[in-house]
Nanobody, 126 residues
Framework: VQLQASGGGLVQTGASLRLSCVASGLTVRNYDMAWFRQESGKEREFVGSIRQSGSGGRIYYADSVKGRFTISRDNAKNTVSLQMNSLKSGDTAVYYC??????????????????WGQGTLVTVSS
């Protein structure tokens, strides 16, 4: 299994970025696919996730990104994306995609995901 995240970069406050996570070795619609981020020196935190199709495909977001970030899944491309709008300096972090099959109460827990991408750095300058 491999998750390849891409799309990070350096942008100014208020700009947009789109991250992509291409999966190989697993089918994204059969897994919960999540995005986490980690600032230097801090713990990895939940950004958002999309439930596997069998669980309805519902999408969840952290309060800090709700209304600005959008997760989508392209089953044909076996890809999950994170559209990030109105970026703030506080969004600066390494962003990771992850795959797993967590119970609903554990979707925000990093331990619920067994597969991780390598991370892509997003830097938002003010």
């Amino acid at each position: 299994v491999q998750l390849q995240a891409s799309g990070g970069g350096l942008v100014q406050t208020g700009a947009s970025l789109r991250l992509s996570c291409v999966a190989s070795g697993l089918t994204v619609r059969n897994y919960d696919m999540a995005w986490f981020r980690q600032e230097s020196g801090k713990e990895r935190e939940f950004v958002g996730s999309i439930r596997q199709s069998g669980s309805g495909g519902r999408i969840y977001y952290a309060d800090s990104v709700k209304g600005r970030f959008t997760i989508s899944r392209d089953n044909a491309k076996n890809t999950v994306s994170l559209q990030m709008n109105s970026l703030k300096s506080g969004d600066t972090a390494v962003y990771y995609c992850a795959a797993g099959r967590p119970p609903l109460g554990s979707i925000r827990d990093t331990r619920s995901y067994g597969y991780w991408g390598q991370g892509t750095l997003v830097t938002v300058s003010s």
